[in-house]
């Protein structure tokens, strides 16, 4: 049984920069693909980033390109979400997924596996 745990959400004023951390168990890591989901309050979940099996690719969301970046470590069975200059409008939960293939996607559809959600919160 796989199983997603993030954690790294906070609090946090706007400009500030956070790191999300998800590590998964129950699984071969190394072989899926991973991606970064939110959802705003009143909104559905919106995709924001994407890393490959191996961490050689990369595709981030418009909304947050230039900001944020995916990473992770296959050795830990984690990957991880850098938010540099966080505005009101990161403001979410956000989920990581696992994905049953190695190459990148986007659509919720895309992904079997998720995470219970760490909240992050920017404002003054």
């Known amino acids: 049984q796989v199983t997603l745990v993030e954690s790294g959400g906070d609090f946090v004023q706007p400009g500030a920069s956070l790191t999300l951390s998800c590590t998964a168990s129950g699984v071969t890591f190394r072989r899926h693909a991973m991606a970064w989901f939110r959802q705003p309050p009143g909104k559905g979940r919106e995709f924001v980033a994407t890393i490959n099996y191996e961490g050689s690719f990369t595709h981030y969301a418009d909304s947050i390109k230039g900001r944020f970046t995916i990473s992770r470590d296959n050795d830990k069975s984690t990957v991880f979400l850098q938010m540099n200059n966080l505005t009101a409008e990161d403001t979410g939960v956000y989920y990581c997924?696992?994905?049953?293939?190695?190459?990148?996607?986007?659509?919720?559809?895309?992904?079997?596996?998720w995470g219970q959600g760490t909240q992050v919160t920017v404002s003054s």
């Open positions: 997924a696992l994905r049953d293939k190695q190459w990148v996607a986007t659509r919720l559809t895309d992904f079997a596996s």
